[in-house]
């Protein structure tokens, strides 16, 4: 349960030394409860006091970490079930099923679509990030060379599928350093599973029949000190498993109740043999509340609506997407290339920057930071004004990468064109369009004025 700064408070030196970077330990707590801050930036607190604010202040649902490197994936560490209470954190990983039955084709198929259903979208790369490989066969061996394949040939986190503890042993000899998530832990198997989990440092996708055996199974693996468990209900029809995802969030976050405080896995794949009933059923896991998605293939039809619904759950509403400030040189602009301004907003910048290189037009684009608002928003907040643009214009450089001073800014904020050029001397204010679909035209006339 999330601790108010008055109990940090409790625990804290009381110092008031100021080494944390702020000036009381009071106004420490106070941002440590608000997430701010790290525990860590105190250099006086006790260990006993560091065990017990970590354990009091633990997220109600668990982060596990899949994968290693580049491939990690978290899952998990959610305080509200709803984004506007205040924000989701981790957003759910989608795998793509790969049976060691399946032919090599299948299976060359469905590894390349993962690599190449890949989508850039206002600055973000969308794509899936796991691949469950599940044992069909029965045969140890046939298992870990398609574990081996995937292993080598894929830039993902892996889940490795199966019940027998001697398969799961098998397909990590080919990929322990990742740390994939072994699913299959359940009541008949747990202690072996356990033991892998401990040996190998990996995470435990744990299957029961319903939530009541959930549970069960839940507290002997914690109670074994295994501490990173996915939880799978075991349902595989659309209405029991959408009402376990909400019971198993609700209990967790309401009731603080430990043994359903992780993360969950579900199955659309074994749902339905239909691709768009199975993209439907990920939708909703997606919403609510799933921490993995594993689907039966990648399509591009279904699949980018679904990367493009976890981006807009996940995004923080309060936090809006936002490119760095500087120059961004378009083409290969060279000294006599227009200069162009606007916002950080990221939907602003790939849409002003798209068309630019829809003109052809080499150009120098300027960034304002504005803390992510849009050239409007920005205008009436303050932060994209005459005097803090023309502070930005001085302190960038660019009067040194061209030899004119002609500075095109967005035609919503014309009206801060006289006070710019108070603020620069020596430039010349150009009024650009107020829409991004006519910055062509404007470009091609710009070019034609200049030759």
């Not at 009091?56 to 209470?85: C, M, Q, W, Y």
């Not at 399946?102 to 679509?113: Q, T």
């Not at 990929?175 to 990996?202: H, M, R, T, V």
């Not at 509340?289 to 591009?300: C, E, H, K, M, P």
Request: hydrophobic share 40%; with cysteine; proline share 6%.
């Amino acid at each position: 349960m999330a601790l108010t700064g008055i109990q940090i408070f409790k625990s804290l030196p009381k110092t008031n030394c100021g080494e944390c970077g702020v000036p009381t330990c009071l106004a420490f707590a106070m941002k440590l409860a608000s997430g701010k801050a790290d525990l860590s930036a105190c250099p006086y607190v006790s260990e006993e006091a560091k065990t017990m604010l970590k354990e009091a202040s633990a997220p109600p649902i668990g982060v596990v970490t899949i994968g290693a490197g580049d491939n990690a994936l978290k899952i998990g560490g959610e305080t509200v079930s709803f984004r506007h209470d205040k924000r989701l954190y981790n957003p759910p990983g989608i795998a793509v099923l790969i049976s060691d039955t399946a032919d090599e084709a299948e299976v060359d198929g469905k590894l390349e679509r993962y690599g190449k259903l890949r989508y850039e979208r206002v600055g973000l790369t969308l794509r899936p990030e796991l691949v469950a490989i599940k044992c069909d066969s029965g045969d140890a061996t046939k298992f870990e060379a398609l574990v081996s394949k995937v292993n080598n040939n894929c830039d993902c986190a892996i889940i490795l599928i199966s019940d027998n503890p001697d398969v799961i042993i098998a397909g990590l000899k080919s990929c322990a350093d990742g740390k994939p998530l072994i699913y299959g832990s359940n009541k008949d198997n747990l202690e072996q599973f356990a033991a892998i989990a401990e040996k190998y440092k990996c995470p435990i996708g744990v299957k029961a029949s319903n939530l009541e055996e959930l549970v069960n199974l839940s507290n002997k693996l914690t109670g074994a000190g295994v501490k990173n468990l996915v939880l799978d209900s075991g349902s595989r029809t659309m209405k029991q498993a959408f009402s376990d995802q909400i019971n198993i969030r609700r209990t967790a976050l309401e009731k603080k109740f430990r043994p359903l405080g992780f993360p969950t896995i579900t199955f659309p794949c074994e749902m339905t043999d239909n691709p768009m009933k199975e993209a439907l059923f990920a939708s909703i896991f997606i919403a609510k509340y799933a921490g993995i998605v594993v689907l039966s293939d990648l399509r591009g039809e279904s699949l980018f609506p679904l990367l493009v619904e976890r981006m807009n759950i996940y995004t923080d509403p309060q936090s809006p997407l936002a490119v760095t400030e500087g120059i961004y040189d378009i083409g290969e602009p060279d000294e006599n290339s227009p200069i162009l301004i606007t916002t950080n907003f990221s939907l602003t910048y790939f849409i002003v920057s798209g068309e630019i290189e829809a003109s052809k037009i080499p150009c120098r684009l300027l960034i304002i930071d504005t803390e992510g608002l849009s050239v409007l928003t920005a205008w009436a907040a303050g932060k994209f004004v005459a005097d803090v643009i023309g502070l930005f214009i001085k302190k960038s450089g660019v009067a040194d990468m061209v030899n004119h001073r002609k500075l095109i800014i967005p035609g919503y904020v014309a009206v801060e064109s006289g006070s710019l050029e108070e603020e620069l001397p020596g430039w010349e204010i150009q009024i650009g369009p107020r829409e991004a679909t006519n910055i062509t035209p404007y470009l091609n006339a710009w070019k034609a004025q200049q030759s």
